[in-house]
T-cell receptor, first 117, second 112 residues
Framework: DTGVSQDPRHKITKRGQNVTFRCDPI?????LYWYRQTLGQGPEFLTYFQNEAQLEKSRLLSDRFSAERPKGSFSTLEIQRTEQGDSAMYLC???????????????FGDGTRLSIL | GESVGLHLPTLSVQEGDNSIINCAYS??????FIWYKQESGKGPQFIID?????DKRQGQRVTVLLNKTVKHLSLQIAATQPGDSAVYFCADVNQAGTALIFGKGTTLSVSS
């Protein structure tokens, strides 16, 4: 399978715990995006990397959230001190391109579903 | 502001019919639009995209129409099949040109 891979697929944790998700983009895709999706809504942008540089962060990305892409390949998204409102599907997408993102469409993984008890 | 929305939350069709899913957008400066299909438990799957210098683009069994005058786009699915049942999202690009802005989605149900 050469698509975007996310791990784990499901995560259940208690409120206050830290969680970390991993995303492996399509090989050679230089752009990587994180989105959050709640039930019945469309995905909402969280942050975006071009290679290893984090170029934009949404206001949705509070200081409890941190994302990294240390070698410009896989990325991790960490949530510290989780809260009930963090329960959602966390989606990763990747694309290949430079300049405007309309150069190439974004391809999504199947997400990590986070449930906070 | 930036927002992309769909006219109807649900659409039910018979197998073999043509389906039309509509989307309105508010940012007149948007120059790129994209349709995704999302099945239960999966991530959004790219269907087709269109740039603002076009008013129509065709793919395999799908056609996207863009009307910039009224800021409306539609996704037409020909000969709809049960496997087309899913939630369909339209999206455009934020003002910074760095991220997709999604609407709420239309749930398409296809009955045999």
């Amino acid at each position: 399978d050469t698509g975007v891979s996310q791990d784990p697929r499901h995560k259940i944790t208690k409120r206050g715990q830290n969680v970390t998700f991993r995303c492996d983009p399509i090989s050679e895709h230089n752009r990587l995006y994180w989105y959050r999706q709640t039930l019945g809504q469309g995905p909402e942008f969280l942050t975006y990397f071009q290679n290893e540089a984090q170029l934009e962060k949404s206001r949705l990305l509070s200081d409890r959230f941190s994302a990294e892409r240390p070698k410009g390949s896989f990325s991790t998204l960490e949530i510290q001190r989780t809260e009930q409102g963090d329960s959602a599907m966390y989606l990763c997408a990747s694309s290949l391109g430079t300049g405007d993102i309309s150069n190439q469409p974004q391809h999504f993984g199947d997400g990590t579903r986070l449930s906070i008890l | 502001g930036e927002s992309v929305g769909l006219h109807l939350p649900t659409l039910s069709v018979q197998e073999g019919d043509n389906s039309i899913i509509n989307c309105a957008y508010s940012n007149s400066a948007s120059d790129y639009f994209i349709w995704y299909k999302q099945e239960s438990g999966k991530g959004p799957q790219f269907i087709i995209d269109i740039r603002s210098n076009m008013d129509k683009r065709q793919g395999q069994r799908v056609t996207v129409l863009l009307n910039k005058t009224v800021k409306h786009l539609s996704l037409q699915i020909a000969a709809t099949q049960p496997g087309d049942s899913a939630v369909y999202f339209c999206a455009d690009v934020n003002q910074a040109g760095t991220a997709l802005i999604f609407g709420k989605g239309t749930t398409l149900s296809v009955s045999s």
